[in-house]
T-cell receptor
Framework: GNSVTQMEGPVTLSEEAFLTINCTYT??????LFWYVQYPGEGLQLLLK?????DKGSNKGFEATYRKETTSFHLEKGSVQVSDSAVYFC???????????????FGQGTILTVHP | SQTIHQWPATLVQPVGSPLSLECTVE??????LYWYRQAAGRGLQLLFY??????ISSEVPQNLSASRPQDRQFILSSKKLLLSDSGFYLC???????????FGSGTRLTVV
């Protein structure tokens, strides 16, 4: 079945530090890949997505590249801010048909805390 | 524009009591609807999804049930809550032609 593995947190950084949150996946076919963010006390918001190999999703200074050869979709940001403190979820949606079609499979989430 | 409403935001219920969480979507028709649960320190687990009125698929065996009495209404229920039902419950919708979900703001349920 489909699965997503994220680096374990929590991750604690100082403001303006470089961020990487690793994400690897297992899926049949060619899934679409997503990063969602959950700010304290809120639901999930879509941060960025990529639908095919070598696509780069980007938003709010965050980037992630769909790497089919390494089955990875690592999240990066060059300079984090205190306001980036949140939980980040990597997810995939299978496009292979069958019972997995259209459903999101999430990683376990990574807590990011950014200090001033 | 499409919006999704979920309530209540927080809920504290005793063990053995019933549960009803409601989710409604506006601005779209025939959405795919989902209930996810986020247990403390764990990721998101898909509980139920629905592709139409009265059509419910359960992903994991559990103490909960779901219903879709109207096109844009999705209800999560339990007859008798267990301590293990505590968690953060998220409703979401997606369209047939979209790849991404829109999530509600969530309900934090504490069973005591």
């Amino acid at each position: 079945g489909n699965s997503v593995t994220q680096m374990e947190g929590p991750v604690t950084l100082s403001e303006e530090a470089f961020l990487t949150i690793n994400c690897t996946y297992t899926a049949t076919g060619y899934p679409s890949l997503f990063w969602y963010v959950q700010y304290p006390g809120e639901g999930l918001q879509l941060l960025l997505k990529a639908t095919k190999a070598d696509d780069k999703g980007s938003n709010k200074g965050f980037e992630a590249t769909y790497r089919k050869e390494t089955t990875s979709f690592h999240l990066e940001k060059g300079s984090v801010q205190v306001s980036d403190s949140a939980v980040y979820f990597c997810a995939l949606m299978s496009n292979a048909g069958g019972t997995s079609y259209g459903k999101l499979t999430f990683g376990q989430g990574t807590i990011l805390t950014v200090h001033p | 524009s499409q919006t999704i409403h979920q309530w209540p935001a927080t809920l504290v219920q005793p063990v053995g009591s019933p549960l009803s969480l409601e989710c409604t979507v506006e601005g779209t028709s025939n959405p795919n609807l989902y209930w996810y649960r986020q247990a403390a320190g764990r990721g998101l687990q898909l509980l139920f999804y629905s592709v139409g009125i009265g059509q419910i698929s359960s992903e994991v065996p559990q103490n909960l049930s779901a219903s879709r009495p109207q096109d844009r209404q999705f209800i999560l229920s339990s007859k008798k809550l267990l301590l293990s039902d505590s968690g953060f419950y998220l409703c979401a919708w997606s369209g047939d032609l979209t790849l991404s979900y829109t999530f509600g703001s969530g309900t934090r349920l504490t069973v005591v």
